[in-house]
């Protein structure tokens, strides 16, 4: 392995020194890495292949259904709308904590909204 690292190093030296490298897309921009430190290491590849392949395993997707319709309850004016919205989030909520989650995420994300409306003087938000 250790001549595989050299070679590449190698490689990555000489395209540098050729300027290879200084047109890419996305130059001079932060990487946008996915934060995958609360999967289990030997979980990880398996997650990001699924990721990939556009499937999120069940707890991500019943994470992402709830943070979606807390979304859509936030911004629903409709009491009939709301109710819908809020049955639908409580049946998701339902759901992740018998995965054996928490579903602190979704308060998280509502103090953080509270927070910026405040700083933004939206008192009603």
Known sequence: MLFLDSLIE?????????????????????????DD????ENLRMSYRIL???GFLPEP???RQEAMTLQNLLDKATDADERSTYHAQ???IKMKISQTG?????LD???YGEEVRGKLLGKDDL
């Open 108 to 110: 998280d994300v509502a």
């Open 60 to 62: 991500l997707q019943l």
């Open 10 to 34: 190698r490689q990555i030296q000489e395209a540098q020194q050729q300027v290879q490298f200084d047109n890419l897309p996305g130059a001079g921009k932060p990487l946008v890495l996915d």
């Open 89 to 91: 989030l409580e049946f």
């Open 51 to 53: 990721k990939m392949s």
């Open 101 to 105: 989650s928490s579903t602190r995420f």
């Open 37 to 40: 430190s609360q999967v289990p």
